[in-house]
Antibody, heavy 118, light 110 residues
Framework: EVQLVESGGGLVQPGRSLRLSCAAS????????MHWVRQAPGKGLEWVSGISWNSVSIVYADSVKGRFTISRDNAKNSLYLQMNSLRTEDMALYYCVKRGPNREFDYWGQGTLVTVSS | QSALTQPASVSGSPGQSITISCTGTSSDVGGYNYVSWYQQHPGKAPKLMIY???NRPSGVSNRFSGSKSGNTASLTISGLQAEDEADYYC??????????FGTGTKVSVL
């Protein structure tokens, strides 16, 4: 059974940093690209960033480019999102998402909540 | 990276069919057959319902079907059931190598 468990969310002041982690299990982690998708309270889904299986290809949404860094450790079956210079508009539930063999998001974690407030 | 356009809400009676549209551009929906659809119940993570425009993952009811014409993709739910009441989002791969989601549609079963 595929499991994606996010951690690292919490309350942080604007301008500060936070690092999210995602522990993956139930599939061969280094065979698949992984992504982060976020959802602000009461709002829709927003794609944030994605990383290929071998970390060669990395892409970001314009809204986070230059502030967020995605990475992965295949030896630890883990995905990360380093978030710097956080803004109030970054406040959201952040989902760790597995990309399927095509270009779909086939498995989602339960999310970790990031609150940005002074 | 503008969000794909979906109707805010769609409703139908049990047993009826409804269709949700998802309009993008030639740089996303119209340019690739990489449109997928997700169902999200309140307080839950999204669930994949359709991928590659019209393919259903194993375990998803055949009451859900997808199609695309030009820059607009569509999700049809036939034989509407109470459990189908949820938010639905489309998503597309883009020419920038990124992804974009739709604005979301709330489906109500009357």
């Amino acid at each position: 059974e595929v499991q994606l468990v996010e951690s690292g969310g919490g309350l942080v002041q604007p301008g500060r940093s936070l690092r999210l982690s995602c522990a993956a299990s139930g599939f061969t982690f280094d065979d698949y690209a992984m992504h982060w998708v976020r959802q602000a309270p009461g709002k829709g889904l927003e794609w944030v960033s994605g990383i290929s299986w071998n970390s060669v290809s990395i892409v970001y949404a314009d809204s986070v480019k230059g502030r967020f860094t995605i990475s992965r450790d295949n030896a630890k079956n883990s995905l990360y999102l380093q978030m710097n210079s956080l803004r109030t508009e970054d406040m959201a539930l952040y989902y760790c998402v597995k990309r399927g063999p095509n270009r779909e998001f086939d498995y989602w974690g339960q999310g970790t909540l990031v609150t940005v407030s002074s | 990276q503008s969000a794909l356009t979906q109707p805010a809400s769609v409703s139908g009676s049990p047993g009826q069919s409804i269709t949700i549209s998802c309009t993008g551009t030639s740089s996303d929906v119209g340019g690739y057959n990489y449109v997928s659809w997700y169902q999200q119940h309140p307080g839950k993570a999204p669930k994949l319902m359709i991928y590659d425009v019209s393919n259903r993952p194993s375990g998803v009811s055949n009451r859900f079907s997808g199609s695309k014409s030009g820059n607009t993709a569509s999700l049809t739910i036939s034989g509407l059931q109470a459990e189908d009441e949820a938010d639905y989002y489309c998503s597309s791969y883009t020419s920038s190598g990124t992804y974009v989601f739709g604005t979301g549609t709330k489906v109500s079963v009357l």
